[in-house]
């Protein structure tokens, strides 16, 4: 099985930085793409940024500038760099990925159970 694993959320203040990680492990031949999606209260899940496996990557309007995906291949881990995080930046934080597994040779979209971002003076 395949499991991803998101950490490094937590409580900031307005214009703060955090950095989201998500580990991914298990039978893992190698992942596609990967993103962050987000979740705030009363709202529907949004897609915050994706990343190819070749590295390229797409933003969110509402926060280009200001976020940055990133991964390690190596390590199938992916990152999320938060700057200058506003209040409206608050929500659960999901990672998702492409994975094919060693037994499959198959891709299976993957799913972490997220990480709270708080933002909030």
């Known amino acids: 099985q395949v499991q991803l694993v998101e950490s490094g959320g937590g409580l900031v203040q307005p214009g703060g930085s955090l950095r989201l990680s998500c580990a991914a492990s298990?039978?893992?031949?190698?992942?596609?793409?990967m993103g962050w999606w987000r979740q705030a209260p009363g709202k529907e899940r949004e897609l915050v940024a994706s990343?190819?496996?070749?590295?390229?990557?797409t933003y969110a309007d509402s926060v280009k500038g200001r976020f940055t995906i990133s991964r390690d291949n190596a390590k199938n881990t992916g990152y999320l760099q938060m700057n200058s995080l506003k209040s409206e930046d608050t929500a659960v934080y999901y990672c998702?990925?492409?994975?094919?597994?060693?037994?499959?040779?198959?891709?299976?979209?993957?799913w972490g159970k997220g990480t709270l971002v708080t933002v909030s003076s």
């Open positions: 998702n990925a492409d994975v094919i597994k060693t037994m499959t040779l198959k891709s299976d979209p993957y």
């Open positions: 298990g039978r893992i031949l190698r992942i596609n793409a």
């Open positions: 990343i190819t496996f070749g590295g390229t990557t």
